[in-house]
């Protein structure tokens, strides 16, 4: 499955592709010890584990995300997460060389359009670590509001963000 937009384009990637999206999962390196990566990376293998724990949601999914040219710009994961009425992004990075390009703001609102696409979902859910405040800021600069803190699946210290449905779906 594609997701277009304007300069980008979202692949979604099952577990084959963890060698390709290893330099996107590693596109962050402060993020990554924020996540509790001392060293700033993830292993092969542990890319390979975050893709299949993704997979095993319910429509757990991947995204790659490419330029107009077919360069690696980042990496996504969305999913439908604790219920079915709940759109979940659980990973957004863009790599720091290609971050400041509006490539974020663009992806978040492919992911958006994405998981209000199914008739069910009536709001997106996600989280972000509490150190990480530009990411804070950017999810707020997209409509989403905070509304609880608590500890995510990985045991990190998180604010939760979300974006409520505005619409009538027909």
């Known amino acids: ?35 509790g990566y001392s060293s ?22 991947t995204w790659r995300i490419a330029d107009r040219e077919g360069r690696l710009i980042g990496v996504a994961e969305t999913a439908f997460h604790p219920s079915a009425n709940v759109g979940w992004i659980a990973l957004l990075i863009i790599r720091r060389e290609f971050q400041g390009r509006g490539y974020g703001r663009e992806v978040a609102a492919l992911l958006k359009d994405y998981l209000f696409s199914f008739p069910e979902v009536t ?19 997209c409509g989403y509001v905070r509304n ?14 979300r974006f409520l449905r505005t619409t009538a779906v027909t």
């Open 123 to 141: 709001e997106i859910g996600l989280g972000v670590l509490v150190q990480n405040t530009p990411a804070q800021a950017f999810w707020k600069s």
């Open 1 to 35: 499955m594609n997701l277009l937009g304007n300069n980008l384009t979202l692949i979604s990637a099952g577990v084959e592709s963890a060698e390709e999206l290893l330099p996107a999962f590693n596109g962050d390196a402060q993020f990554l010890r924020w996540s």
């Open 40 to 61: 700033g990376m993830m292993s092969l293998s542990q890319v390979r584990d975050d893709i299949q724990e993704t997979s095993a949601l319910p429509g757990g999914t």
């Open 148 to 161: 609880a803190r608590h500890r995510d699946a990985h045991g990190n210290d998180c604010y939760m963000y």
